[in-house]
């Protein structure tokens, strides 16, 4: 099993930025997709970016250029910088750990609000 804890949510006015913060509560196997996911009330949940370990990253198509991805593999934690900030941005983000043969994980999730 793997915990996830999430960090970095909150109130940021449209066009701020914002920097979430994920980490696994154990040391993870050398291959594995590490991202995030949001969910807007009234919504289905949705990519926002993942990463393969050491791989290329892969962003939803509303949040690229803006949002950027990265993994700290010493600390076992990924990382989302998000900037440009949009009222559209506003949802619950999860973060998720995919594990070859080794299940699918998610966080508690951490609120996201842009709003003037």
């Known amino acids: 099993q793997v915990q996830l804890v999430e960090s970095g949510g909150g109130l940021v006015q449209p066009g701020g930025s914002l920097r979430l913060s994920c980490a696994a509560s154990?040391?993870?196997?050398?291959?594995?997709?590490m991202g995030w996911y949001r969910q807007a009330p009234g919504k289905q949940r949705e990519l926002v970016a993942t990463?393969?370990?050491?791989?290329?990253?892969k962003y939803g198509d509303s949040v690229k250029g803006r949002f950027t991805i990265s993994t700290d593999t010493a600390k076992n934690t990924v990382n989302l910088q998000m900037n440009s900030l949009k009222p559209e941005d506003t949802a619950v983000y999860y973060c998720?750990?995919?594990?070859?043969?080794?299940?699918?994980?998610w966080g508690q999730g951490t609120q996201v609000t842009v709003s003037s």
């Open positions: 998720n750990l995919l594990i070859p043969a080794g299940g699918r994980y």
């Open positions: 990463i393969i370990s050491g791989g290329v990253p």
């Open positions: 154990r040391r993870l196997s050398s291959i594995y997709t």
